[in-house]
């Protein structure tokens, strides 16, 4: 293995006092994770795990901090926050500290065989052609290789404080996602980033109506209103409340988009996110693409803007104006 990616990301960059972070390398994407160290009474608080690549250095890391780390905390399920959970808790020594909720659909993800025929179909039932769905499963395949999550965590819920930071419910871009608050700053996992937009998809056996937890999400951040969010990609957010309104006005404008794919003939999940997001995508994106149009079309159904039509094989939607009848 070369050198050069433990020596660009084992160094924590200090933000302010107390908080420190961590970057590691993902290779799609991205391309980065952030993970945080919190300053805490007995040693560090790590927020955050990087995939389960055997390359993290975690001896490096621990190394260079002038105290242990005492706790793990996970803020939602997805491979580039908990899959490096197993190596970390494992070089650490620390209790791994994970959502109720969350911990439920990891173990149901990334413990179970049965995930990847569950998932394609589900694909299938959305439209997604059969070699399509192959495809997207695969690319699948490549994320669970990377979720090594940690067994038995210690479950939190919403309301309960770790080393002083009070855990608040952000559901949308994950359903069990948690964050941390404490005086005027947000530790936001990926509930808020800049400049990318959280990814906010429908998945099976997910809450039913994603982007409306997610818009809900955003207002409670605007409500706790902290000074600065640190998130799991990209920059510090300093406005977080201004930040939350770009992104939920954002998604107001891909609801019109996805309205407007719409008429009187059913259309699919699968086909609409041709219009959304274009033909060319790999199958990796093609998978958030599907998700990403599914969410906004689950939530154009609660507010009566689109209709579900549903048989034992398929799911496809057709348009609904505002408050009116479906079109013939
Ligand atoms: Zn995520």
Not at 139 to 146: I, L, P
Not at 157 to 167: A, E, K, N, Y
Not at 282 to 288: L, M, N, T
Request: net charge negative.
């Amino acid at each position: 293995m070369s050198n050069s990616i433990e020596h660009t990301f084992a160094d924590p960059v200090e933000l302010e006092p107390g908080i420190r972070r961590l970057t590691l390398p993902l290779p799609t994407g991205p391309r980065h994770v952030h993970c945080y160290l919190l300053a805490v009474e007995d040693g560090w608080l790590l927020v955050d795990t990087g995939l389960g690549l055997m390359e993290t250095p975690w001896a490096e890391i621990l190394d260079r901090l002038d105290g242990p780390v005492t706790r793990i905390f996970i803020t939602h399920m997805h491979p580039d926050h908990v899959g490096g959970a197993e190596a970390a808790a494992e070089a650490t020594g620390a209790p791994v500290f994970q959502g109720r909720l969350d911990y439920a659909q990891c173990e149901r993800v990334w413990g179970s065989d049965r995930w990847p025929e569950r998932i394609a179909e589900w694909f299938l039932r959305n439209g997604v052609p059969p070699e399509v769905a192959d495809e997207l499963i695969a690319s699948g395949h490549v994320f669970a290789d990377f979720a090594r999550f940690a067994w038995n965590p210690t479950l939190v819920d919403p309301g309960d404080s770790v080393d002083g930071w009070r855990v608040h419910a952000t559901p949308g871009h994950a359903d069990g996602h948690l964050v941390l608050h404490r005086g005027d700053v947000l530790i936001a996992g990926d509930t808020l980033l800049t400049p990318i937009t959280p990814a906010v998809g429908l998945y099976p056996e997910s809450r039913p109506d994603p982007l409306g937890d997610y818009l809900a999400s955003l207002r409670l951040v605007s409500e706790l209103a902290p000074r600065v969010s640190y998130g799991g990609h990209g920059a510090a957010v300093e406005d977080p409340a201004g930040r939350s309104a770009a992104i939920a006005a954002h998604h107001d404008e891909r609801l019109d988009r996805t309205q407007a794919a719409l008429g009187p003939k059913p259309r699919s999940g699968y086909e609409v996110s041709h219009e959304l997001f274009g033909s060319a995508l790999a199958p990796i994106q093609r998978r958030f693409a599907v998700a990403e149009t599914l969410s906004h079309l689950e939530r154009l159904v609660v507010l009566g803007r689109a209709e579900r039509r549903e048989d034992d094989r398929t799911v496809s939607y057709t348009g609904r104006s505002a408050g009116g009848r479906a079109p013939l």
